[in-house]
């Protein structure tokens, strides 16, 4: 599985972004797919996942928030996110995973800066 991430950028607090995580190869609607956050000098985290069978789960700070979905049809993940806060910075990446082993292995993209600044 390949992974590529897209939707990134500079935003002011308050905005909202879609990311998108593209996948190619067989056997993505297996696939747990989670995205993370890697904020400067701080560990990458779990921001969002979804599992194949649609559960969702979220870490605390963007409950309410932020939307993980997914559309199996064109093997892409996504990650709507409102209400941005400057906290929200860092790189994005998407991962899938067998089930919902969010920290065990799996497959990376090349994650996509988000940027939330006024």
């Known amino acids: 599985v390949q992974l590529a991430e897209s939707g990134g950028g500079l935003v002011q607090p308050g905005g909202s972004l879609r990311l998108s995580c593209a996948a190619s190869g067989n056997f993505f609607s297996m696939y747990g797919m989670g995205w993370y956050r890697q904020a400067p000098g701080k560990r990458r985290e779990l921001v969002a996942g979804i599992t194949s069978g649609g559960t969702t789960n979220y870490e605390d700070s963007v409950k309410g928030r932020f939307t993980i979905s997914r559309d199996n049809a064109k093997k892409t993940v996504y990650l709507q996110m409102n209400s941005l806060k400057p906290e929200d910075t860092g790189v994005y990446y998407c991962?899938?995973?067998?089930?919902?082993?969010?920290?065990?292995?799996?497959?990376w993209g090349q994650g996509t800066q988000v940027t939330v600044s006024s």
């Open positions: 991962k899938a995973v067998a089930g919902s082993t969010w920290y065990g292995g799996g497959y």
